[in-house]
């Protein structure tokens, strides 16, 4: 059966990468959940998916002005101090409120989400006794991002979910490499296609899986890389009609905004 992993949580019917999207999405009965891990300025890792604070949080009005907006240029105190939920009610990015799919009261109740760190996404996880695909973020600031992959098993560790409850995803494969060489008993998956018009490059294929832009892949490499005894993941389907088509491919896991609407189809 495919799996349905819930991209930045159910972020079509609650604000991405909060723990409201994350409870939602464990609602939903999806396989598990994906969220990207990003790092503050003092080194402390959250669960946010953009570079810089604009798009998802109220930074700008809560410390104006800034000459930065950057995450990386906010320390853990002041990211946690913003409000990561009312975009979803003002921008209604997936329109699942103006279609009534969420009422305007749960919407406005999001206002009080903040930015989740690492280890509140870890606790919830093993609590649930569910799964989570973890994205290491890397925006190449310095030698702290460096520390994504170190940081990130360290939360792991004292969080103490089991090893097998996690997978660990990114662009940067020397990451993979990193965390592969220092704890083996943990999955990693290796992301490519960040850009939606650039080829696919699978390297030399040293991976076990792969998390591939569906936008990026034909039949035929998916089939090639089955025949190699790989798994591939495909991001992000929110099409019901490309949901089936892929399903009947034969990918071994889908990442979609819409986990509400395709878990019921991930086992035809």
């Keep these: 059966m495919i799996q349905v992993i819930a991209h930045r949580g159910a972020r079509s019917i609650a604000p991405e990468n909060t723990m409201a999207a994350v409870k939602k999405a464990f609602e939903t009965g999806a396989s598990l959940w994906e969220t990207d891990v990003n790092i503050t300025e003092d080194g402390q890792l959250v669960l946010f ?9 109220n930074a700008a009005s809560v410390f104006p002005p800034r000459s930065s907006y950057l995450l990386r240029d906010f320390s853990l105190k002041e990211v946690q101090s913003l409000d990561a939920g009312s975009y979803f009610a003002d921008a209604d990015p997936f329109a699942q409120i103006s279609k009534g799919h969420v009422t305007k009261e749960t919407a406005v109740s999001f206002k009080k989400e903040g930015v989740p760190s690492l280890e509140q996404g870890l606790v919830f996880t093993k609590k649930m006794n569910w799964k989570v695909n973890l994205e290491l973020k890397d925006y190449s600031s310095g030698l702290k991002d460096g ?9 792991i560790y004292h969080t103490k979910i089991a090893l097998n409850r996690v997978i660990i995803s990114s662009f940067n494969h020397d990451w993979l490499k990193r965390v592969m060489e220092k704890e083996p008993d943990i999955e990693v998956q290796a992301l490519i296609g960040e850009n939606d018009t650039d080829p696919l490059d ?12 569906a936008l990026c892949i034909d039949p035929d490499q998916i089939k090639h890389l089955k025949a190699l005894g790989k798994k591939i993941n495909l991001f992000t389907i929110n099409d019901p009609k490309e ?13 979609t905004d819409f986990p509400q609407i395709f878990v019921q189809g991930s086992s035809k």
């Design 243 to 255: 949901f089936l088509r892929f399903v009947k491919i034969g990918v071994d896991g889908i990442f």
């Design 49 to 57: 998916h953009d570079k810089d604070l604009l798009r998802c949080t």
């Design 147 to 155: 520390d994504i992959p170190d940081k990130t098993l360290d939360a």
């Design 202 to 213: 699978f390297g030399d294929l040293e991976f076990s899986t792969y998390n591939a832009n």
